[in-house]
């Protein structure tokens, strides 16, 4: 049983380079999540899916951060003309909900992306 | 607005020390989840624990356990006979049940667990 992917582990860019990651979810969950953590800070929620649908942005996610997930499967996380302030951990998480049933089950996460803007 | 707040920010102890590590929540939902993750240098947040709000049994699990006090409003964890593996940053975090949805974070307390 595989686990939450993410792709790639580090990314180092220029200021006002876009920049763009995966993140693979265990493969039966139908929800999907993004984080940021920066340096002695607890995650911080970002946005989340479910299955193709995005039901909930953070203030946080400023015009310049975009997430998709086409198809219900993997999702994309773009920071476009990024800042240093954007330097980071991306963290992707997964879970499976099925609210008719009253099921909402954990969220695992994945190894997260780490970013160093210059 | 839910809120986690782990007040220690650090703790060093020598192996074989019992240690409890504090969390103190704020939320308006009625029903909601409270969890542990670990999180060791590699950085991979690992699940710990879930509780469910109407579930303030204490729970065992190994060498861990956790107590949850809804008067208090605290879910707070202790390991006992700490071993050097436990170190690591660890997290409270909260969500609303009935939804689901996104986690709210403490900011973690860094546990040092020396031979």
């Known amino acids: 049983d595989t686990g939450v992917s993410q792709d790639p582990r580090h990314k180092i860019t220029k200021r006002g380079q876009n920049v763009t990651f995966r993140c693979d979810p265990i493969s039966e969950h139908n929800r999907l999540y993004w984080y940021r953590q920066t340096l002695g800070q607890g995650p911080e929620f970002l946005t989340y899916f479910q299955n193709e649908a995005q039901l909930e942005k953070s203030r946080l996610l400023s015009d310049r951060f975009s997430a998709e997930r086409p198809k219900g499967s993997f999702s994309t996380l773009e920071i476009q003309r990024t800042e240093q302030g954007d330097s980071a951990m991306y963290l992707c998480?997964?879970?499976?909900?099925?609210?008719?049933?009253?099921?909402?089950?954990?969220?695992?996460f994945g190894p997260g992306t780490r970013l160093t803007v210059l | 607005a839910q809120k986690v707040t782990q007040a220690q920010t650090e703790i060093s102890v020598v192996e074989k020390e019992d240690v409890t590590l504090d969390c103190v929540y704020e939320?308006?939902?009625?029903?909601?989840?409270l969890f542990w993750y670990k999180q060791p240098p590699s950085g991979e947040l690992v699940f710990l624990i879930r509780?469910?709000?109407?579930?303030?049994q204490n729970e065992i699990s190994g060498r861990y356990s956790w107590n949850f006090q809804k008067s208090t409003s605290s879910f707070n964890f202790t390991i006992t006979a700490s071993q050097v593996v436990d170190s690591a940053v660890y997290f409270c975090?909260?969500?609303?049940?009935?939804?689901?949805?996104?986690?709210?974070f403490g900011k973690g307390i860094t546990l040092s667990v020396r031979p």
């Open positions: 975090a909260l969500s609303e049940a009935l939804w689901g949805g996104k986690l709210t």
């Open positions: 998480a997964s879970s499976f909900s099925a609210l008719r049933q009253g099921r909402t089950d954990t969220q695992y």
């Open positions: 939320t308006r939902d009625t029903t909601y989840y």
């Open positions: 509780r469910n709000s109407f579930d303030e």
